[in-house]
């Protein structure tokens, strides 16, 4: 299909099936009412407390992927995972031990694990023998006039990079703070050769850092050995760490565990495939990722995404019924990922591990939280729009009984960034945020099944238009792909977001108890316009100001309240 002018009769023909699918909140066909059953049916089991919050790697992943593969088959779906399974099982790192056969000397002087240095929960294993080299900030950024690389590098060998913590710049945000983000660091260094990272700085930026590290106890990233160290011990023997040399052995002993994503495939016959997918795991008991006060307590999460998982299976029924050529012009490959609450492991997997080749996905689209349709003001909420042409007709869609809004980033918090950054066009569907986000309160009987059988129409109907023709639909480049990857940030408000609001800065939808914004007396409703000294405009104003700061850093936040401008002050924790 390629780029092409979306004309007047197909925007009319797209904008009258739009007012029939809505039409269903007056009158619903007994086929209809059979679809909202099955929904329902499908939600009521995948958030029970059977399922025990659906965990990636727990029995009740288990018990979820082996519903949805009871579905598939009853469907008729071919199997697509590995080995003529449903399944295709991807490893993860669950926490991790340290091993007593950790040791390091720095020259002669052998040093203290957890009190000299500190091993980087991501880092690799390895045994050590390295001359070190000194890469100052380990910032590379010509067209700033600084690159701590320059003429250092002479080869790949046997080397440990020495990389300060922080910025040379003091002013928090300059550019060259902002390109002093720690894994980006790493990264650069890892492509420039190290075969060691060792981090070092004073005690505040030690303490800081090692706060941002619970986010990495479930990732195996890093090649090589990534260590913690305070700057004076570097430095204490030797004017010139030319002089100096690691040596011993770094190593972290990782809780291996395997999650498994369910993958059915709608052969048509056609040379281009279409991808419809969510993911069907949760967060089990609470812990990491809860916005719960405890732990214990099952996180059904019904809404986060049982709903989506139940839209993929009736949509998979339905175009497997389907004869009309509109439909037959495409393949669809129906993914259930797991893994997606702790990073869209699931999702990347299977991007890097494909099990029908990426250059013949057609588009992919994403169902993530989409059970609590608004019923006073009933918005939907498409996210990636600007990765293709092709959805451009989506963001004229309003109507006086659903508000269509709409985003043009492909890079977000879901399974369709893993599609787009394989350059294939793919949006999210979302209903909103609401307070029940994960908590142990995302319980079925919250959902909204009118609203979701209406969406189940509007999607067949986007699908039916988009197989018009058998051709792929064009990729476009999002401004997030070029500019660079989202802030990474490691402390928060402690607050939901409205991602319906539309109007200038960010509105918290729910303060949480006991947290950032609660204690400074932030409240729901607020609308945050500037923090520290940045403008916040929208969520990614909002998300940039974020990771400027760290836990223990203090700053002020500007708020909107009943038409009064309220400053705060806040403290991370």
């Known amino acids: ?77 071919i199997p697509k995972g590995v ?218 999460g019904a809404d986060d995404n049982a709903s989506g998982i139940s839209l993929i299976i009736e949509l998979a029924r339905d175009l497997f019924k389907n004869k009309e050529q509109s439909y037959l012009n495409n393949n669809y490959l129906f993914i259930c990922f797991s893994g997606e609450e702790m990073g869209l492991y699931g999702s990347k997997f299977y991007a890097q591990n494909p099990t029908i080749e ?26 990636g729009t600007g990765t293709s042409s092709e959805w451009e007709y989506l963001k004229t869609l309003d109507n006086p009984d659903m508000k269509i809004k709409t985003s043009d980033s492909g890079i977000g918090p879901s399974d369709h960034t893993s599609f787009y950054l394989k350059d294939i066009p793919a949006i999210h569907f979302f209903t909103g945020a609401h307070g029940d986000y994960h908590k142990p309160t995302d319980d079925e009987y919250l959902i909204n099944y009118e609203g979701l059988l209406q969406l189940k129409s509007l999607i067949e109907g986007l699908i039916n238009e988009l197989g018009a023709e058998p051709e792929k639909i064009d990729f476009t480049k999002t401004k997030d792909k070029e500019s660079g990857a989202t802030p990474r940030f490691t402390v928060g408000l402690g607050v939901i977001p409205d991602y319906m609001f539309d109007g200038s800065g960010m509105r918290i939808d729910a303060v949480r108890d006991g947290k950032v914004a609660s204690k400074a007396g932030l409240k729901d409703g607020d609308v945050v316009i500037q923090m520290g000294d940045v403008i916040v405009k929208d969520m990614e104003t909002y998300m940039k100001a974020l990771s400027k700061f760290k836990k223990g850093d203090s700053t002020s936040v500007v708020v909107e309240r009943e038409g009064k401008q309220i400053s705060k002050q806040i403290t991370f924790f």
């Open 1 to 77: 299909m390629g780029t092409k002018f979306i004309g007047l009769t197909r925007y009319l023909a797209y904008t009258l099936l739009c007012c029939a699918f809505l039409c269903c909140f007056q009158t619903v066909s007994s086929q209809e009412s059979t679809t909202q059953s099955l929904l329902k049916e499908h939600i009521v089991y995948l958030a029970s407390d059977e399922l025990q919050g659906r965990a990636t790697g727990s029995e009740g992943e288990k018990l979820a992927y082996e519903y949805i593969i009871k579905e598939f088959k009853e469907i008729g779906l």
């Open 83 to 300: 080995d003529d399974t449903y399944l295709q099982k991807f490893e993860f790192t669950d926490g991790y031990t340290i091993p007593e056969s950790n040791n390091l000397f720095l020259g002669n002087k052998k040093l203290e694990l957890n009190k000299d240095y500190f091993i980087h929960p991501a880092s690799a294993t390895s045994d050590i023998d390295h001359c070190l080299l000194d890469l100052g900030y380990g910032i590379e950024a010509p067209k700033l006039n600084r690159n701590d690389y320059s003429k250092k590098v002479k080869d790949k060998g046997n080397q440990s990079f020495i990389i300060k913590l922080g910025s040379p710049d003091t002013n928090p945000h300059s550019e060259l703070s902002i390109l002093s983000d720690v894994d980006a660091k790493i990264q650069k260094a890892i492509e420039k050769g190290a075969e060691m990272v060792c981090l070092i700085g004073n005690e505040n930026q030690i303490d800081k850092e090692k706060t941002s590290w619970e986010m990495f106890s479930r990732v195996t990233k890093y090649t090589v050995p990534v260590i913690l160290m305070l700057e004076k011990n570097i430095y204490q023997n030797s004017s010139s760490i030319k002089k100096l040399n690691f040596n011993g052995f770094i190593g972290l002993e990782k809780n291996v565990k395997f999650g498994h994503n369910v993958i059915g495939f709608l052969d048509n016959g056609a040379k281009n495939t279409v991808v419809i997918g969510g993911h069907y795991d949760h967060l089990g008991l609470g812990g990491h990722g809860s916005l719960h006060n405890g732990i214990g307590e099952i996180h059904n």
């Open 358 to 383: 990426n250059n013949l996905i057609n588009y992919m689209l994403n169902f993530d939280m989409v059970g609590r349709l608004d019923t006073i003001k009933p918005t939907l909420i498409i996210n």
